[in-house]
């Protein structure tokens, strides 16, 4: 059996203490990249000052920045669906809050996840690196010094370990007698396995099953995962089916000297979890050294690269870092400019749907156009059209026939839409509607999804998201307060479609709309509906809609100076 | 809940509202919402005997701001340009005239909110229309306008016109006060055939915005298939929780 996670941390520690073992995990593992020169830290360390710097974080120790420098999400863990946190999937709560401790406070997020599809909307798959090796091989620490060393963000980590069969009470009994094979590729739900890696290369949103290692079962809950450029798994069994190894990009595997991972065997097990030796030594011979010559070492054949001492062998690791930066290199491309001068011109799509153009509608516009208006009826009247917009936006609802009865006693063909709806606002001008959505729709649940460009390249960036539970068969009212080159509305359609909500049951609001925005729109998502209630001229050099309203964000939070 | 007092029409019946075509084309004067889909389904929602409480509250309100949205839609407006924070001209509109509600107790006054909540300080005079026990006929029995309410644009708020005669007095009254008739608009959200051919008859220059047209008056009035009293439902007079 492989190390069960809830030990790890403490193996670590204890290992560290030995100055000949060097393959440790968390804080530890900075402390000895320290020593290295040119390697990590120096990159770590800059990218630590800069988010310091903008968030006034008084990160200053090595081990704090270290391990700041890991890309992690500004929210409570379990608040976030789409993760960027790097922690072993089915990781107890210990590594996630070393990480999150130096984290939390954080407010500002210099690392969102760029367009993970292209110009079309189609998706571009994430990057996969598959890690095999021996138990106590140095999988995760080879893993993660990838992981921290390759310095971006939207990377998570996935252990085989998540995948073990819950077992019956017979095979429990078995196990607690050292008489259960942890080792065999049996042992794992395989199926299971290649259908979660192969949506999450996807993009897809996928629940990681939570195994515990106590009553060696699947608790009620799940993991759940969403986001990832970059997947890294890693299990003693990585290679162990070609439907598994087809999904990787890269297959490395880590070749540590087996009297090496014996002795860390003993030491974690005897140590850590009060097992007798000769129980440890009984199970390493029965199970642990038999898998590692029938499955794991023949495994070797499938990999690109094998790394000989695990996590000690620096050149092999900035290899592959470097193979794996020049891959996502060649996969990355200017995503903005490229929509911005794209489908400029031509007819309006069929899904373009415009409220009707009344002097009140006209009227509400002067006002919110103008520069010159205070906050205060800048706020009221876009209010007001948001009111308008939303309910223009519910007739293109399905709605089904159906003959009511009058206090009159008359019989009535009237019409009703019985499907569920559910809002989503993109942050932070998109919030400004939840108002509209709230005074139309009764009770409706609301999600976020929030946003931002890259000062730097001009990218959207995908922070934070959180949507409802029960979405299947909903209608989702997307919303925005203005679309420009469509670029944000793309990345939050692309969420939805993550979440496996059909393209035709996704409709898109904003108060006004640039013709570039709606044509990559409809573009990249025929089925969508765009329901707005004016469409502009043009966007210009700076992505500033004209005429325009201005930074609609700002004057409706009176965030201007 | 209101008890109907006679069936008009055998159950089978299924009513629908006379179409948006048939309207234009019978009151030229007539503006009806663009009956989207889901102007039908809060039509449907109201118009349901089984809507009860808040719920009817919530959708009647709905309706009323569409309702309200729209009749604004009908006042003077004069072109305008202005300039936006990109520095950029927009070519907009801006309203000329002053405006001034008047609601037709009871069912008038539960319009004022959706008014109120599209024109923040806007005046709005009231006025009671009683039928005495001695005769049908409607009879003036309060109003309080606006001391200037002759140089405005006149909104009348009125959910349901059923006979029409109420319409007509009120009508009556404002001309009485100086507002000329191209001034008034009547706002309503269901009205009856009859109401507009009687309204319409009188007042010719009158303008009436409405959401649908129902086709028949029961023996007591009421419109048909209607939505029962607007006015018990709005304000719960006739719940008995």
Same mark, same amino acid.
């Given at each position: 059996m492989d190390i069960p996670h809830l030990a790890r941390k403490q193996s670590s520690q204890l290992l560290s203490t030995?100055?000949?073992?060097?393959?440790v995990d968390g804080q530890k593992m900075s402390a000895s990249a320290a020593?290295?020169?040119?390697?990590?830290v120096s990159s770590s360390a800059s990218s630590t000052g800069s988010l310091a710097h903008s968030t006034?974080?008084?990160?200053?120790?090595a081990v704090s920045a270290s391990v700041a420098a890991l890309p992690v999400t500004c929210e409570e863990e379990g608040d976030v669906s789409c993760t960027s946190k790097?922690?072993?999937?089915?990781?107890?709560s210990s590594d996630a809050g070393a990480q999150h401790a130096s984290t939390k406070?954080?407010?500002?997020?210099?690392?969102g996840r760029p367009p993970w599809y292209n110009v079309d909307g189609q998706l571009k798959e994430a990057f996969v690196i598959g890690i095999a090796g021996g138990s106590a091989s140095g999988k995760t620490t080879v893993a993660q010094m990838i992981i921290k060393e390759l310095g971006v963000p939207w990377v998570v980590l996935l252990s085989m370990d998540s995948f073990y069969k819950a077992l019956t009470p017979a095979e429990i009994e078995r196990a607690h007698q050292c008489?259960?094979?942890?080792?065999?590729?049996?042992?794992?739900?395989v199926d299971l396995l290649v259908t979660t890696l192969k949506k999450l290369k996807e993009g897809k949103n996928v629940d990681i099953p939570v195994y515990d290692f106590n009553t060696h079962s699947r608790l009620p809950n799940t993991h759940t995962m969403y986001g990832a450029n970059v997947i890294v798994f890693e299990g003693i069994?990585?290679?162990?089916r070609k439907d598994l190894r087809d999904l990787m990009d890269m297959k490395v595997f880590v070749d540590t000297d087996s009297d090496i991972r014996l002795a860390r065997r003993l030491k974690r097990d005897i140590?850590?979890?009060?097992?007798?030796l000769a129980g440890v030594i009984k199970q390493y011979n029965k199970f642990v050294k038999p898998a590692m010559d029938e499955f794991i070492a023949p495994s070797?054949?499938?990999?690109d690269v094998v790394v000989p001492r695990g996590s000690d062998n620096h050149v092999a690791i900035n290899l592959i870092i470097d193979h794996v930066r020049m891959q996502l290199n060649e996969r990355g491309f200017l995503f903005r400019e490229k929509i911005a001068t794209?489908?400029?011109?031509g007819p309006m799509p069929d899904t373009l749907h415009v409220l009707p153009r009344g002097s009140q509608v006209r009227a509400m516009h002067t006002i919110i156009r103008?520069? $010159?208006? /205070?906050r205060d009826e800048f706020i009221f009247y876009s209010q007001r059209l948001m009111r308008l917009l939303v309910e223009y936006a519910l007739s293109f609802l399905p709605f089904q026939e159906t003959i009511v009865t009058t206090p009159s006693n008359a019989l009535f063909q009237g019409q009703r839409f019985n499907g569920t709806l559910i809002g989503v606002s993109i942050v932070r001008a998109g919030v400004t509607m939840e108002g509209s959505l709230r005074d139309v729709c009764k009770d409706i649940r609301l999600g976020k999804i929030l946003i931002q460009t890259d000062?730097?390249?001009g990218e959207p960036q995908l922070h934070y998201c959180k949507l409802p539970k029960r979405l299947a068969g909903a209608h989702i009212l997307l919303v925005d307060a203005t679309i420009a080159t469509g670029a944000a509305a793309m990345m939050a359609i692309r969420v939805l479609l993550d979440h $496996?909500? /059909?393209?035709?049951?996704i409709m898109f609001l904003s108060l006004i709309a640039a013709p570039s925005g709606i044509h990559n729109l409809a573009y990249a998502f025929p089925k969508v509906k765009i329901i707005t209630t004016e469409v502009d001229r043009e966007v210009n050099e700076q992505f500033h809609i004209i005429p325009g309203i201005g930074n609609f964000g700002d004057r409706y939070f009176g965030t201007s100076t | 809940m209101h008890q109907p007092?006679?069936?008009?029409?055998?159950?089978s019946t299924i009513y629908s509202t006379i179409s948006q075509a048939e309207c234009r084309q019978r009151w030229s004067r007539l503006t009806l919402c663009e009956e989207t889909n889901q102007v039908k389904e809060l039509h449907t929602i109201i118009r349901?005997?089984?809507?009860?409480g808040n719920d009817f509250i919530f959708y009647a309100d709905r309706l009323i701001r569409l309702v309200v949205e729209e009749s604004l839609n009908q006042l003077e407006c004069s072109e305008t340009n202005i300039t936006t924070p990109t520095g950029s001209v927009y070519a907009g509109v801006s309203f000329t005239k002053k405006l001034c509600g008047v609601s037709v107790m009871r069912g008038g006054e539960a319009m004022e909110k959706g008014l109120r909540d599209c024109c923040r300080s806007v005046r709005i005079g009231k006025i009671l229309i009683q039928r005495t026990e001695s005769s049908s006929e409607p009879v003036l029995s309060y109003a309080k306008f606006p001391p200037d309410i002759a140089e405005r644009q006149v909104m009348v708020f009125d959910p349901q016109l059923g006979t029409g005669k109420t319409a007509c007095k009120v009508i009556e009254v404002l001309l009485e006060h100086g507002?000329?008739?191209?001034?008034i608009l009547l706002v309503t959200l269901i009205a009856s055939q009859q109401s507009l051919d009687l309204v319409f008859k009188q007042f010719p220059e009158l303008r009436i915005v409405a959401s649908q047209i129902d086709s028949d008056l029961d023996?007591?009035?009421?419109?048909?298939?209607?939505?029962?009293?607007f006015g018990d439902r709005y304000f719960r007079t006739d719940d008995d929780q």
């Open positions: 030995s100055p000949n073992l060097l393959s020593q290295l020169p040119g390697s990590a006034g974080s008084s990160a200053s120790s790097v922690s072993r999937s089915a990781s107890g406070r954080r407010t500002i997020f210099t690392h008489e259960y094979n942890f080792d065999h590729p049996n042992a794992f739900d069994l990585a290679f162990c140590l850590e979890r009060g097992r007798d070797m054949n499938h990999a794209a489908r400029k011109d103008n520069r $010159d208006t /205070p000062e730097e390249t $496996d909500i /059909p393209e035709e049951n | 007092t006679a069936v008009v029409a055998p159950a349901d005997r089984r809507t009860a507002v000329p008739q191209p001034r023996d007591n009035h009421g419109i048909v298939p209607g939505c029962g009293d």
